[in-house]
């Protein structure tokens, strides 16, 4: 490869980069307004707000997509080149599918406003549930910026935290539809919300085991937390 063509190569791989950085800005922005809805009685355009995001989130993807297919065609990258674009693909998908929870989060947010109990839930412990996730998808996408295999390790271990935080969200909920039959409706909405607060952690995970992949080159897609940071010490 020409050094002409090295430069144009490195470029058009930091745009990809910025590409997905960007694209997870915008995700980033879209859950903080989720969950200002989530917690507020009024939603103030925020729902409109993240509906308009998530269109912008999807046109990132197919861009962002279409510049990978490109520089594979056009540079054919090998060894970590190759690993990097090949993540990248699969990091936009991530970041998509948090958009689409994020607006599941959002819409139903409305559902569950109105109910004293149903609103404490909301209020402390989904909206807290919430945030682990904001937290984990903005370490995610920092481990992704400095390929940071230590802070992928550690979003892998944050996911735990929000499984243990759906299933305490789960059992408060069927308490609420055993003592009240009038709150199953509302308190459903609230068990979707949490579920996908769950899948946003998930997604954020995913992110965080592909910058594994990329630097280490080895998948840990299926590997447990224990053998990911195992990976990740072996450095």
Not at 50 to 69: L, P, T, W
Not at 204 to 232: C, F, L, M, P, W
């Amino acid at each position: 490869m020409s050094d002409h063509t090295s430069k144009q190569f490195d470029a058009e791989m930091e745009a990809i980069r910025s590409g997905v950085l960007s694209m997870g800005g915008l995700v980033e922005r879209q859950l903080a307004r989720a969950i200002e809805a989530l917690e507020q009685d009024e939603d103030h355009g925020l729902i409109d707000a993240v509906a308009a995001d998530e269109h912008a989130i999807n046109r990132f993807q197919v861009d962002i997509d279409q510049m990978c297919a490109q520089v594979i065609a056009r540079r054919q990258p090998t060894a970590v080149d190759l690993r990097m674009v090949l993540t990248v693909s699969k990091v936009v998908n991530d970041l998509e599918r948090i958009g689409d929870e994020v607006k599941k989060v959002a819409y139903k947010a409305a559902g569950i406003r109105g109910n004293e109990g149903l609103t404490r839930t909301r209020n402390f412990d989904v909206a807290r549930m919430a945030s682990g996730a904001q937290g984990m998808l903005h370490k995610a996408l920092d481990a992704f910026a400095r390929l940071d295999v230590n802070a992928a390790a550690e979003v892998v271990d944050d996911d735990d935290a929000i499984d243990h935080a759906f299933n305490a969200i789960l059992r408060q909920l069927i308490s609420f539809m055993m003592e009240d039959p009038r709150t199953i409706t509302a308190a459903l909405e609230a068990v979707f919300i949490a579920k996908s607060i769950e899948r946003i952690g998930d997604h954020a995970k995913n992110i965080a085991e592909s910058v594994v992949q990329v630097v280490k080159g080895k998948d840990v897609r299926h590997a447990s937390a224990e053998q990911i940071r195992a990976e990740v010490a072996g450095e």
